[in-house]
């Protein structure tokens, strides 16, 4: 099957630190991707893990643990811009390498 | 600003009406794809095109059509479609073909049916 989880809604402060987990399951694996979106907006490409271990950039992290099937975003010092979608998507491996999307996880950032 | 760019931005089209939906990017990426996205889902895929030529069609129905012009256009015609059919819809590129590469998304274009 392919099945990935992230949860629906995150709140957090302004300034704070905040971890956006995302679970997968699936026979075949080729990479995890984070995406960020605001509302009314495209999507845009924030991190790419295939390897086990964490992928900083800035203030965004991104890790992965193939075994475990588990990535999680990591957003440091949260600012109000933040606030938006934040979709996790596996890369199915096999002759159809298409992408494999978590149904996202908004996250609203309060002052 | 996006370097994928998509027109219109708005499209409000009866079921009998035929439009396109354009799409331009000049990264020189060589794959081109078509989503759609409904409000609060993840984009669903529609179309790839690598190398100019159509490698995956996800069985969308036969009143979207696309066309690859050259490498760096993408059109999708509409025919005929269904108020269902009203969605975002965006294009996006892709440096490689093989999925390794980040998707780069346009702005998208917001189709409503009637």
């Known amino acids: 099957g392919q099945n990935i989880d992230q949860p629906t809604e995150m709140t957090a402060t302004e300034g704070a630190i905040v971890q956006i987990n995302c679970t997968y399951q699936t026979s075949g694996f080729n990479g995890l991707f984070w995406y960020q979106q605001h509302a009314g907006e495209a999507p845009t490409f924030l991190s790419y893990?295939?390897l086990d271990g964490l992928e900083e950039k800035g203030r965004f992290s991104s890790f992965l643990s193939r075994s475990k099937g588990y990535s999680y975003l990591l957003l440091k010092e949260l600012q109000m811009k933040d606030s938006a979608s934040y979709l996790c998507?596996?890369?199915?491996?096999?002759?159809?390498?298409?992408?494999?999307w978590g149904l996202g996880t908004s996250l609203g950032v309060n002052p | 600003d996006t370097e994928v760019t998509q027109t219109p931005k708005h499209l409000v089209m009866g079921m009998t009406n035929k439009k396109s939906l354009k799409c331009e990017q000049h990264m020189g990426h060589r794959a081109m794809y078509w989503y759609k996205q409904k409000a609060k889902k993840p984009p669903e895929l529609m179309f790839v095109?690598?190398?100019?030529?159509?490698?995956i069609n996800e069985s969308v129905p036969s009143r979207f059509s696309p066309e690859c012009p050259n490498s760096s256009l993408l059109n999708l015609h509409l025919h005929a479609l269904q108020p269902e059919d009203s969605a975002l819809y965006l294009c996006a590129s892709s440096q490689g073909d093989r999925g390794l590469s980040p998707l780069h998304f346009g702005n998208g274009t917001r189709l409503t049916v009637t």
């Open positions: 998507a596996y890369l199915n491996a096999g002759n159809n390498r298409k992408l494999i």
């Open positions: 095109y690598s190398y100019e030529k159509l490698s």
């Open positions: 893990n295939v």
